[in-house]
């Protein structure tokens, strides 16, 4: 199984580091890719993507993950909402945390599936149908896995469970309770 | 204020993500480094540092964060060892997580200092006394900030409130109930 993780600057990197981690310890390959090679996220490191937007072939792919951040410069690039729709179009993963299910709904994948975010959807009115934004801070709907920001752990979560990376049940909860901080011996 | 981050090869971004997160909102200074220009971290993403390790000045910076991941390699670098040794010399905050402080008690730094870890001590009996061991999943003794790996988010409020981050005790609390996701309106 591999991943594909779409970066860009300020992203925030704490939305996606437990789910990286998850991925790297059940043997998911990780690729991460950006509109340029290097970018530097929320906390001011920089990271050296993999590969650039326009070299990534969406067939190599199990899942396309986005984080949160500013979506706002992102939602007239092309090139990436082609990448997002054509991932929903071959029924693939996409994982978009925080703000970023905005780009999701600047391309024609949330339609009328229920969703999380964070952001103020009144504010992106072209994007967002209120209709369909869920209660809860997780939402599985068909092949989308949205979160608000604050639910990272359980976003990290929802997808290892989706994608059957947990080796059972127990398992999946003591990934919770750990990243909590609530595992008890 | 400015912060410097110690990475290697394999370190648990996790770990450290959400402290980094608040020294970017509260104008601290971040640079990074390491003993190349580039490693990789437990999510599989590259990270390009700011400087290498011989290129840093202790005067420059006001607290030294060094993440986990396997610390034996780095036991036996020296030009490591003697910069955590002057950052404590030199009475400045050093923030270690997980395995990460098995390079403080290879230092001179632990001393007769209690700590948090994660890594079993008695694999590195020259490194751990462990009449010092705290019973805490996080612990500040004079200028060390230690902790478990489980314990990242109250590690980073920790370092935060040491280094008097937070407006005030509301703040520091809200921040803690954010990064568990049990804040509420």
Not at 12 to 17: K, L, N, P, T, Y
Not at 117 to 124: H, R
Not at 166 to 172: A, H, Q, T
Request: hydrophobic residues 40%; aromatic residues 12%.
């Amino acid at each position: 199984m591999k991943a594909l993780f779409f970066l860009y600057d300020g992203y925030m990197d704490w939305e996606i580091s437990p789910l990286a981690y998850i991925f790297s310890e059940t043997s998911v390959e990780i690729e991460t890719t950006a509109l340029n090679e290097e970018i530097i996220h929320s906390g001011k490191f920089k990271v050296k993507v993999d590969k650039t937007l326009d070299q990534c072939l969406v067939h190599d792919y199990d899942i396309l993950v986005i984080p949160g951040g500013d979506p706002e410069p992102l939602l007239e690039e092309n090139g990436l909402i082609r990448l997002v729709q054509e991932f929903d179009d071959k029924n693939k993963w996409i994982a978009a945390i925080c703000w970023a299910p905005t780009l999701l709904g600047r391309s024609s994948v949330l339609r009328n599936r229920i969703y999380s975010t964070s952001i103020d959807i009144s504010e992106f009115p072209t994007c967002f149908n209120p209709q369909y934004k869920s209660e809860a801070d997780t939402t599985i709907c068909e092949n989308l896995i949205t979160a608000e920001g604050n639910a990272y752990v359980e976003f990290a979560v929802a997808v290892g469970k989706h994608l059957n990376l947990f080796k059972d049940r127990e398992d999946e909860l003591e990934t919770v309770l750990f990243f909590k901080n609530q595992l008890r011996e």
